[in-house]
């Protein structure tokens, strides 16, 4: 039987989380879902009834594929996953933020932060299904969606490298100031969580912390399906 998703991130390594958006901009969390949960969740992507819009990535040069922004209710475990998720996450991302020199403080639950977000006009749920058949990819972006937005967060690996689909390295490249881009390709197993900057992350330098920008994307899909389930923490305008 599979541990309840809040109780699976909150035994999570979170000084090693916190250690690796630090230190080389991501954290690898090892599963947070069982394969029967990733199954499940992956199917869902075929029913229409699930999900507020779809977008093709090609239509308009996002890349090859599609993906399926979740409508309210979420599914129960995506649902669990967030607000566990943020609640780790927001005392991390707050001390980020004053690292940056910003005034923006997140409130301690989802529930608040999401309040906020809809004051400003941002009630459109973000977790979403993505999937990439043979050849599909994803452009190098930003999940940004308004004007607030929460500076972390997740993807979840739902299928089998290896077994359902060849290729589709996860990539995050790194823009430094005054200085030559570092990138990583990252390939998850079945139901394991990469956490990572929606935009920007603090960098110690000689003088203090400086900003550097983040983007994110998918390399191509040599053979099979691959299906993702995205976490964003912040709702969309």
């Known amino acids: 039987m599979e541990t309840d998703p809040a109780t699976t991130i909150d035994a999570l390594d979170w000084p090693a989380i916190e250690h690796g958006l630090r230190g080389i901009g991501y ?24 999900f507020r819009s779809t977008v093709d990535m090609a239509r308009y040069r996002f890349g090859e594929g599609q993906y399926r922004y ?22 991390i991302a707050n001390r980020m933020a004053a690292d940056m020199g910003l005034e923006v403080r997140y409130p301690r639950s989802l529930k608040a932060y999401l ?7 941002q009630e459109r749920p973000t977790p979403l299904l993505l999937r990439y058949d043979a050849g599909g990819y994803n452009c190098l972006h930003q999940d940004l969606y308004g004007d607030l937005r929460f500076p972390l967060q997740a993807v979840i690996q739902l299928s089998r490298p290896g077994d ?24 998850p197993r079945q139901g394991e969580m990469i ?3 929606v935009a ?9 912390f400086y900003r550097t920008k983040m983007r994110h994307g998918v390399s191509q899909v040599r053979a099979g399906t691959r299906m993702t389930l995205g976490l964003i923490l912040h709702d969309a305008a």
């Open 27 to 50: 954290a690898a969390c090892g599963p947070v879902l069982a394969p029967a949960t990733c199954r499940t969740l992956a199917a869902l992507y075929d029913d229409d009834r699930r």
């Open 70 to 91: 979740f409508a309210r209710p979420l599914p129960d475990p995506v649902a669990q996953l967030r607000q566990a998720l943020y609640r780790r996450l927001a005392p």
């Open 115 to 121: 309040r906020e977000c809809h004051a400003a006009g």
């Open 164 to 187: 359902d689909f060849a290729g589709g390295e996860f990539l995050l490249v790194e823009q430094r100031p005054r200085a030559q881009s570092i990138g990583h390709a990252l390939n």
């Open 195 to 197: 956490v990572f900057p």
């Open 200 to 208: 920007e992350r603090p960098v110690r330098g000689a003088r203090g």
